[in-house]
């Protein structure tokens, strides 16, 4: 079978404490024998065996060996590995094209990874050259061509040519989506815009990125959701949520959660003890001691009981 043929994609299950995939039907694929396995990306799939990590294709086979004591999914076509306690990157073959040389990575996320030197946070290209000098306390990935880095105690934000756009003047920050992210001043949370002007006040306890349109917010022990002008669309009645994908967003409703769509409205009932958000049609459920996936309709097409 050649994977990169199959068009649909595959989803984790766990059986018997082991892990494998299953279709979007619910058809076993690779059957369970990973210790640990995260999902396909570009047509690869980290696995751990024993205590070393590797990386399979889509029929199964294991085209990079577990060998690494830590590594990371693919991301740009290079994943972040570690080698004798010094992190490094590789490519979908398992060569080595960036060596092994710092502290501390994140993945590549928009033509740049975060590297650490020492005890310094400065990014590379994809030929492992540096292009920010490694200056920071701290580093996240870029989005929108901005990127959130520490200085000393504060978060601000840089562009890809390394300056400093957004002076650093808060406890958290997060990442740039739809032009806004959310951040923490003293202990509340707004959002800016890309010049670091509050374009929605801090008044909320707690927030999340803008998704789809909607930014999850807490206001006191709940949580809604707000448009990007800042006005409450469904109101903070939940426990928690989730971001939206694909038009639901898991919301946690006393103990158990359930699926809402953009006006508020409970398409899939409160049931599941934990839920990660839609992906492909399908979303990932715990329930019954288990875990599974549902539909759009929110009917089992991998049962936790399986």
């Known amino acids: 079978m050649n994977y990169q043929k199959i068009s649909t994609k595959l989803y984790r299950i766990t059986q018997n404490g082991k892990y494998g995939f299953i279709n979007q039907n619910g058809q076993i694929i690779i059957p369970a024998q990973f210790d640990l396995a995260w999902s396909f990306v570009d047509g690869l799939a980290q696995v751990k065996v024993g205590n070393k990590y590797g990386y399979i294709d889509t029929t199964g086979k294991r085209v990079i060996t577990p060998k690494y004591p830590l590594s990371y999914a693919f991301a740009n076509g290079l994943a972040l590995v570690m080698i004798d306690n010094k992190y490094g990157f590789i490519n979908s073959f398992g060569k080595v094209v960036i060596p092994p040389r710092f502290d501390g990575a994140l993945a590549f996320k928009n033509g740049l990874a975060a590297v650490q030197i020492q005890e310094k946070w400065g990014y590379i290209d994809y030929l492992g050259k540096i292009v920010i000098q490694p200056q920071f306390a701290a580093a996240l990935h870029f989005y929108e061509g901005l990127a959130a880095v520490q200085i000393n105690d504060k978060w601000g934000y840089i562009n890809v040519d390394g300056k400093v756009v957004i002076l650093p003047k808060f406890e958290s920050t997060f990442r740039f ?31 999340e990125d803008f998704v789809e349109g909607l930014a999850a917010v807490q206001i006191r022990e709940k949580w809604g959701f707000i448009n990007t002008n800042g006005e409450m669309v469904i109101p903070a009645q939940y426990n928690r949520t989730m971001s939206f994908s694909q038009g639901l967003a898991a919301v946690k409703v006393n103990a158990k959660y359930g699926f809402i769509d953009k006006t508020g409205k409970m398409m899939i009932p409160p049931q599941f003890d934990l839920t990660l958000g839609f992906q492909d049609d399908l979303a990932l459920v715990y329930a019954v001691g288990g875990a599974g996936y549902i539909d759009r309709r929110g009917k089992y097409i991998w049962n936790p009981t399986n």
């Open 177 to 207: 989506s739809q032009g806004l992210a959310a951040v923490q001043i003293g202990d509340k949370y707004g959002f800016i815009n890309q010049l670091g002007k509050f374009v929605i006040k801090p008044n909320f306890d707690d927030a």
